[in-house]
């Protein structure tokens, strides 16, 4: 599997972002893609998950009510949209496909394929 990530940008706070995520190859054996995020000298972190099946989605408490994640089956890729930004947003973000089919959803180790990823920055 091969995930292209494109649509990180600067952004003001409060202002809004769309991060895409193409994935090409053994798409049908994901369960799931989920997007995370790097700050510069922290752990990467879970933002948000999407079963590619069924479309649940899961998200982060820091960006939940403001991020939403969906897929399109017929084009492989999976979106982030980004309202209501905030400058702790500002990260390096990475989509990644699992196919696993249990629990960890939120780890990263879980998740077998990574983009290149794709900066994001919120300014005050």
């Known amino acids: 599997v091969q995930l292209q990530a494109s649509g990180g940008g600067l952004a003001q706070a409060g202002g809004s972002l769309r991060l895409s995520c193409a994935a090409s190859g053994r798409t049908f054996s994901s369960y799931a893609m989920g997007w995370f995020r790097q700050a510069p000298g922290k752990e990467r972190m879970f933002v948000a998950t999407i079963t590619w099946s069924s479309g649940n989605a899961y998200y982060a408490d820091s960006v939940k009510g403001r991020f939403t994640i969906s897929r399109d089956r017929a084009e492989n890729t999976v979106y982030l949209q980004m309202n209501s930004l905030k400058p702790e947003d500002t990260a390096v973000y990475y989509c990644?496909?699992?196919?696993?089919?249990?629990?960890?959803?939120?780890?990263?180790?879980?998740?077998?394929?990574w983009g290149q990823g794709t900066q994001v920055t919120v300014s005050s």
């Open positions: 990644a496909s699992r196919g696993r089919n249990d629990q960890g959803l939120t780890f990263p180790s879980t998740y077998d394929y």
